[in-house]
Each structure stands twice: as structure tokens, then as C-alpha cells.
């Protein structure tokens, strides 16, 4: 009975000193910052409730920074109070290369892991990215965009001049319009982040008639998806087709009553969870020098790009993606 009663006891052992050990590592004093435009929107809501979940999971200590609206300026300001309390790691949206670039080449030069999300800044010293192959998205929808035009009309955007997850987007919606000459793009409107100067602009745009009639309508970023289309909406415009970005409520339920043609849906939520684990890797287990280019690094410890995929929603899948978004605290994507 006692040789049993070890064996028994050494069985235990084994399987609570894995517990023991992951307890042990992580602590309620290390804290980690998301940081982002628009943070009260559903987009970034559900990229923080996938923050969250993974700090749940490991015992840490996470906040979100950021402006409500579209700032880029607050942005860098929000990210610099984060580094000034020395944090355990930062995951950002760019929202401006150019002004968050030198931030965050001082962020990892002081020691603190920063990751990219949803928007990257290649450039910088940042030490990955985790998020959507924009420019796949954008050729996703300009598949979408030349199938439903039948290869032929006039084609506008609605996007946030600077912000380089949206140049490529749009990048990939030209790549895949180039193949019909009969599509033309008739302008590229810099919406500055305002929903509303979008769907101001749209009426303008509905008001066009014979060749300069505008054929489809395009929307790059997110919040303007559901203003554009409830314009659609109070136009009754018929004959205009309008393909949005992003899956929250609002966006979705005019996919599914036939205002807006589809929308491309990306995982706001899935970045969040994965950026915290990437970050509390990185601190658990340190690179040095944090602060190099390992694009050319053949044993890199880091990936160029975690891609976080995308799909596209329409009226045949729509009705699921609404359950699972309804059904999620956040809206996750």
C-alpha cells in the first residue's frame, strides 16, 4: 500500500507542478496596453475583449488607451503616457506611420516589446505584426466589386489618407479592377476619419447622373460602412452598389436587408488575444537586442506577419455571422 500510495502521490506531482509552474509565472504586476484610434467603436471593443480574454487566462494586468474618435496626434499621446509607466508590453494600431514610427523606435530602444495590430509601421523597430493581409482584403472586394458591376462602371472610395492599412487595401482593390478597363476609379475621397464627411460626400455622389453616374461605392474603413449606407437608405438609391469594411451590428444588419452588397470581415478579436500571448512571450522570455531588423534573419525569433485572415459577408452568410457577433461580448469579428 505505501509503494502504491507513492506512485499515486508522485502521479499528482507531476500533473500539478505544470499549474504550479504556469501560476508562478505570470502576476497581476504585469501590465499591458492596447492602444488605438476610435477605441469606443465595436471594432476596437472587440479587439480588447480578445485582449482581455487572454489576460484573463494568464493572471495579468491589462488596460486600453486611446482617443474616441480618430486622432492620430492623441493617439501618440496616449501611447507616450503608456511607455512613461514602463509597461510590460504595448500592442498599437498606427494610425499615422509617420508620427508613430519615431514613438515606437523609442519604446523598443528603452526595453518595452511593441507589437503592431490592425495597422503596421514596417519601418519601425516594432517587433511584428498581427492582423489582416489588407492587401488581400482589398482584392477580396474588388473581385466582389468587378463580379456585381459585371466588369463595367464608375467606382469611388471612402478612406483615411495616411493610414497604411487602408492605402493597401486600396492598392489591392486597383490590383484586381485593373483587369477591367471598363471600371474606373472617379475618386478617392479622404473621409479624415469623420463618418459623417462620408456620408455628406455620398449624397453628392448619388446626385450624378448619365456617364458620370456613380456605379459602386466603396468603403475602406469601418465606421463609415452603416452612415454611408443608411444615406443609401434615405436616397432609396437604386442601381449603386455599396461594399463596406468590417462586421459590427449596425454594418450587418444592411447586408442583411440588401443596402449594403457585402462587407469584408476581418478578426479584431483574434488580434487581441494573440497580440497579448505575443507580447507576454516576449516578456517572459527576452530577445536582445529587442531593438534590430530581423527581416533578413534567417533564425529570427520573431514572424514578419501573423495573418489574422479575412472573409466575406453577404446575404448567403450573413445571417451567422449576426448570431456569432449578437452572441459575443464586444461584437467579435
Known sequence: MNIMTK???CVLLMGVLPLLVAC????KSERFYLVANAVKHPYWQSAWAGFSH????????VDMRGPDGFD????????????????????????????????????????????????????????????????????LGGARVAAQLKGKGNVVFFTVAGQPNLEERLKGYKDALAAYPEIKVVDVFDMKGDSGLAMDQTEQYLAKTGAAKIDAVVCLESTSGKDVGEAFK????????LVAMDADEATLNLVKDGTIDSTIAQKPYTMGLLGLKALDDVYHYPVKPLAQ????????????????GVML??????????????GTAGGSQ
Do not use: C, W
Open 72 to 139: 492620430p496626434q492623441a493617439e501618440v499621446t496616449e501611447f507616450r503616457a503608456a511607455v512613461a509607466l514602463q509597461p510590460s508590453g504595448i500592442l498599437v494600431q498606427v494610425g499615422n506611420e509617420a508620427l508613430m514610427r519615431p514613438e515606437i523606435d523609442s519604446a523598443v530602444a528603452a526595453g518595452i516589446p511593441v507589437i503592431t495590430i490592425d495597422s503596421d509601421a514596417p519601418a519601425s523597430h516594432r517587433l511584428y505584426f498581427i492582423g489582416t493581409n489588407n492587401l488581400q482584403a482589398g482584392r
Open 313 to 326: 459577408v453577404d446575404k448567403s452568410n450573413v445571417d451567422t455571422i449576426l448570431k456569432n457577433v449578437s
Open 234 to 241: 434615405r436616397d432609396n438609391a437604386k442601381g449603386t452598389l
Open 293 to 308: 531588423d530581423y527581416a533578413l534573419e534567417q533564425y529570427a525569433p520573431f514572424p514578419a506577419f501573423v495573418d489574422t
Open 24 to 27: 508562478q509565472r505570470h502576476s
Open 54 to 61: 487572454a489576460a484573463d487566462e494568464y493572471g495579468v494586468t
Open 7 to 9: 506512485r499515486i502521490g
